[in-house]
């Protein structure tokens, strides 16, 4: 036999030796490994079942975070349009800002201008109040003074007046006594007593006027002035009435209180009435 030959001989009788071992160990191990096997597949099926629910519940979130991400992008892409419409606002604003910048200068430079023409016109105003107040001062002293001469002339159109009417009044008393005394002569005269030619004269200045005419029980007409001792007068002086036609007759006092008087009206043969209101001067006879 050829020496390959042997040694493939032994080569396979060692081989049988080492299968035969294995296979009684195969043997011996077979049912633990079957249960390993069936461990193992268990654990992977039990694995499986949870990878199944991990990536179910990976699918559901990453759906989740898919909408949240969607979500996201659609509020970023509505901040992007709210900043540029924002942008395109303030752009806006910054131009009405400048604007009014460039209005706030000419405004200011047109308050500048204002302010110098209301100075000048404070100015010319306060020169015009000045003078307006010189001339009313001027103008206050002017009537002023009219006022005194008018109150001047107004004493003397008194005084005149006053003056006409005594004179006019002298002239009827006059007249009166002439026809008096013409009647004395042809011997109707009434004549004066003695006590009448002691009648006594009132104040030059006095003027008055008549309160009240009545009739005593004598029938005389007896007339109240509201004027006595305060004003000069006493019992027994003469007093003229008048009006502005002139003389209209004589009064006697014959009672004269502190501020009231009470006259007998001496008519000197004349047909005239007497009413209240008539004006009484001083008698010049």
Same mark, same amino acid.
């Given at each position: ?70 979500? @996201? ?26 604007? @009014? ?16 023409? =209301? ?42 007046? =006053? ?11 006059? =007249? ?62 003469? @007093? ?15 009672? =004269? ?29």
């Amino acid at each position: 036999m050829h020496i390959v030959t042997k040694f493939l001989v032994v080569f396979a009788a060692v081989l049988s030796m080492i299968l035969a071992g294995l296979t009684i160990a195969y043997t011996s191990n077979a049912g633990a490994l079957k249960e390993a096997i069936q461990l193992s597949e268990n654990k992977a099926s039990q694995a499986s079942a949870q990878a199944a629910a991990v990536t179910a519940a990976a699918a559901s979130e990453r759906e989740s975070l898919q909408q949240k991400i969607n979500d @996201l992008e659609n509020a970023l892409q509505q901040a992007v349009s709210a900043t540029a419409a924002l942008q395109g606002e303030n752009a806006k604003l910054l131009a009405e800002v400048n604007g @009014l910048k460039q209005a706030s200068v000419s405004h200011s430079a047109q308050i500048d201008q204002f302010t110098a023409v =209301v100075q000048t016109y404070a100015a010319l105003n306060k020169s015009q109040s000045d003078e307006l107040n010189t001339l009313r001062a001027k103008e206050l002293d002017g009537a002023r003074k009219e006022i005194e001469l008018s109150d001047r002339i107004n004493d003397l159109l008194g005084e005149l007046e =006053v003056s006409r009417e005594t004179g006019r009044s002298l002239q009827e008393q006059l =007249v009166a006594a002439r026809e008096s005394l013409d009647r004395s002569q042809q011997g109707t005269s009434l004549g004066v007593s003695g006590s009448e030619q002691a009648l006594l004269r009132a104040p030059t200045n006095f003027r008055s006027q008549v309160n009240d005419v009545r009739e005593d029980e004598a029938g005389n007409t007896m007339v109240t002035l509201p004027a006595g001792a305060s004003d000069g007068l006493r019992e027994r002086m003469r @007093l003229s009435i008048v009006r502005e036609g002139g003389f209209v007759a004589s009064v006697v006092l014959e009672r =004269v209180d502190q501020n009231e008087s009470v006259g007998r009206v001496d008519f000197l043969g004349r047909e005239v009435t007497i009413q209240a209101g008539d004006r009484v001067i001083a008698s010049t006879l």
